[in-house]
């Protein structure tokens, strides 16, 4: 789960990290009052789900409340990355004298958390990576210690040579571990962590993410999700307890166990195909759940032939056979479907489903080059 920017930063205050004071607003008056509240020039945030706001024009300098609002008037109702603002931060400018990156992610790798930092933060910096990897410091933390102070202080030398700065952004670096582990997150960035010419550290930016299995016992974090920032299939399949992720191709997949459905993309893309979505239906089965798969998976106009590929075994065949029937009772499918079932109750399934003119194969490679061949012919 991602969070927004002012989100972010209230745990990252909480935590102490120095960040300026502000507040968030979703019309423009509400963005003049707290800029006369605050006083001074103030900086315009776009509160989206993306990157990179700055260079799309989300966030501005306003010198009175009454060019926040302005500022705010444009800003909100922007689109940006394919997201909509709807809301805007409102801070007190900072003054910059240098700006740098500092991260916490989870690393697959090492299966532990990873910080990473460079002196080239402001921008993008996938592109630091890319053009200067020099540029880049990653240090690999053991999680039964944390963050060690030598970690923090010898990071914190890359980035700066002054001592005094130094030791505020090892400071701020073991505030965000703390941040980091003491809400389950998956990523929690500083970009840009700058410099003033009075020599202050402080996080100008947060971005933070959450790993979804934190929520159940974090109901304080799941309360920050924003649907409406998501992809509405993705909404839509969390409410139905189904394993959800929208994709780009053109084929729909349902699948039961998320190694079958691991499988089945990668055999899709082995016949040229492009999957739609990951779905994982789960291991029991009940009707429901396949109507609900199918509501999401024909609501996405890019999908132009859907597979269904069932190894029964606590999934009984017969119970999906029933949801696919239930669903084509229920609302019109204007796309093939070809299903591929075997297992539990399979005579029964196939029985059902020649019930409705629809038959049933029981190979997956041969149901693969089927949904790609259709898919093929319709795009
Ligand atoms: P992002 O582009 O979506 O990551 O948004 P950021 O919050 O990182 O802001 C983008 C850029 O705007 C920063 O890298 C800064 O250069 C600039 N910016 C943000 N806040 C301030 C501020 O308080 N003062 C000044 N002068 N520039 C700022
Ligand atoms: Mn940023």
């Not at 963050?147 to 010898?154: R, T």
């Amino acid at each position: 789960m991602n969070l927004h920017e002012y989100q972010g930063r209230a745990l990252f205050r909480a935590a102490g990290i120095p960040m300026p004071d502000g507040d968030v607003a979703s019309t423009p008056s509400e963005a003049e009052s707290i800029a006369r509240r605050v006083g001074g020039t103030v900086v315009v945030k776009a509160q989206v789900h993306a990157g990179g706001r700055g260079k799309a024009g989300g966030v501005k300098l306003a010198k009175t409340p009454g060019e926040a609002g302005d500022a705010a008037e444009r800003i909100l109702g922007m689109t940006i990355k394919g997201l909509v603002v709807q809301k805007v931060l409102v801070v007190p400018a900072a003054e910059i004298a240098t700006e740098a990156y500092v991260g916490l992610v989870m690393d697959r790798a090492s299966q532990r958390p990873l910080l990473i930092a460079s002196p080239a933060g402001g921008i993008d910096i996938e592109e630091v990576a890319a053009k200067t990897p020099d540029r880049i410091r990653r240090v690999i933390i053991d999680p039964r210690y944390g963050l060690l102070p030598h970690q923090a202080m010898g990071t914190a030398f890359f980035l700066y040579r002054e001592i005094a700065a130094a030791r505020a952004a090892a400071r701020i670096m073991e505030q965000l571990y703390q941040v980091f582990t003491g809400n389950g997150c998956s990523l929690a960035e500083i970009n840009p962590l700058v410099t003033t010419p009075d020599g202050r550290v402080m996080a100008l930016d947060a971005k933070v993410s959450i790993d979804d299995n934190e929520l159940d016992r974090r109901p304080d974090l799941a309360l920050l999700r924003d649907e409406s920032a998501e992809a509405p299939s993705e909404v839509q399949a969390r409410r139905a307890n189904l394993t959800f992720i929208k994709l780009e191709g053109n084929v729909g997949c349902v699948v039961n166990g998320a190694g079958l459905a691991m499988a089945t993309m990668d055999l899709v893309k082995f016949y040229g195909g492009e999957p739609a979505n990951f779905l994982d239906i789960g291991g029991s089965s009940n009707p429901e759940k396949v109507v609900n798969a199918l509501r999401i998976i024909t609501s996405d106009p890019k999908v132009q032939a859907i597979l269904f590929n069932i190894f029964g075994g606590i999934t009984r065949t017969d119970d999906v056979a029933n949801g696919i029937k239930a669903a084509l009772a229920q609302f019109p499918v204007r796309v093939p479907i070809v299903v591929r079932l075997t297992g539990t109750n399979e005579a029964e399934a196939v029985k059902i489903l020649q019930g409705i003119g629809m038959t049933a194969l029981s190979d997956m490679d041969e149901a693969v080059r089927n949904v790609v061949g259709l898919a093929r012919e319709a795009a």
